[in-house]
């Protein structure tokens, strides 16, 4: 094998990755804090930021399917993985293989595990509002559960990133819950739902945005860092005389003779086109403004006030998930599950 470099960098900072899981840690009230890592750990690397948690001392782990727990197989001594989406038919087999248990969703779910399970444990999700996922509250309190070992029981808040009535209604619906339903330990809070208090902490929190650098409400502004960095390397840079354009469909028309740096990325890596007209970039110090559409595997920007930029230089995408997401109109989320494939990882 070759080592053929990527022109394409994220710099993922396991420091703040670490402080950030800390500060929600902090906020949870007495609870455990655990980290979800689904959808490749939001796109930074699902394994990675494992280790990384499990170092700090994290225990608690969630994924979305079975295929992502059996990627991060073997696990860290000591942690435990669950399963967000439970037990299909066709899941069976690797539930009772890889070291993780199932969240069940449903009396359906609930009755397969019964069968199938053989007497594992398992954690299972009631539904107290947002109709996505879980068992309905009249369904545990009717006896759904009953002789079922239950590790975790789960909730997820609807509307914890706004200021809605809705948390207080589901808040209230969980805790009488936790005063009906034997389970071990039990569990209401993602990202949101650390920052509208400890009340909403119980045993358990399950942060996910806010651990990558995600702002979910202002109280956790200044306390977030910034965990991923992406770069990109510059092509080549061409000068484009005032009055000519640059891009598809010729949206961008010179003001002046400019300096602009085409650049090794795209649609394709998760930069989308919403960032025409917003996105922008660094390169030692200076900002360069993207200019014209977003290419497949192509964009550019004025350097014109970059003076010594060139071919091979790294710039640095602006990526402050709050402010480019006001900026673009995607949602933190969106921002960093996108990015593709063609990003070497690089934790330092
Ligand atoms: C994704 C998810 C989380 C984490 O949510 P964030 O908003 O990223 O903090 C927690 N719990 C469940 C059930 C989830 O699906």
Known sequence: ??????????????????????????????AACGAALKADGYGLGARAVMRHLAAAGCRDFFVATWAEAAALTPLPAGVSLSVLHGVGDSDMIAARLLPARPVLNSIEQVRRWREAGEGRPCDVMVDTGINRLGLRVDEVLG????????????????????????????????????????????????????????????????????????????????????????????????TVPAGETVGYGATWTAPRDSRIAVV????????????????????????????????????????????????GNWLDLDYDLPDVSARSGLSQYELLTGLGSRFERVWR
């Not at 053929?4 to 994220?10: K, T």
């Not at 396991?14 to 800390?22: I, M």
């Open 1 to 30: 094998m070759i080592a053929v470099p990527s022109p394409l960098r994220l710099s993922l900072d396991r420091d703040a990755l670490v402080a950030n899981w800390r500060w929600l840690a902090g906020q949870g009230g007495a």
């Open 143 to 238: 006896g759904a559960l009953d002789g079922l070992a239950v590790e975790t029981l789960l909730s997820h808040l609807a509307s914890a990133d706004e200021d809605s009535d809705q948390n207080a209604r589901q808040l209230a619906a969980f805790r009488a819950l936790r005063d009906q339903v034997p389970a071990r330990r039990y569990s209401l809070a993602n990202s949101a739902g650390v920052c509208l208090g400890a009340d909403y902490g119980f045993d358990l929190t399950r942060p996910g945005i806010a651990l990558y650098g995600g702002t979910p409400r202002s109280e956790a502004a200044g306390h977030i860092r910034q965990v991923v960095f992406p770069a990109a390397r510059v092509l080549q840079v061409r």
């Open 264 to 311: 090794n990325m795209g649609y394709a890596d998760g930069y989308l086109r919403c960032h025409a007209g917003n996105g922008g970039a660094t390169w030692q110090g200076r900002a360069l403004p993207l200019v014209g559409r977003v290419s497949m595997d192509l964009i550019a920007f004025d350097a014109s006030d970059a003076a010594g930029i060139g071919e």
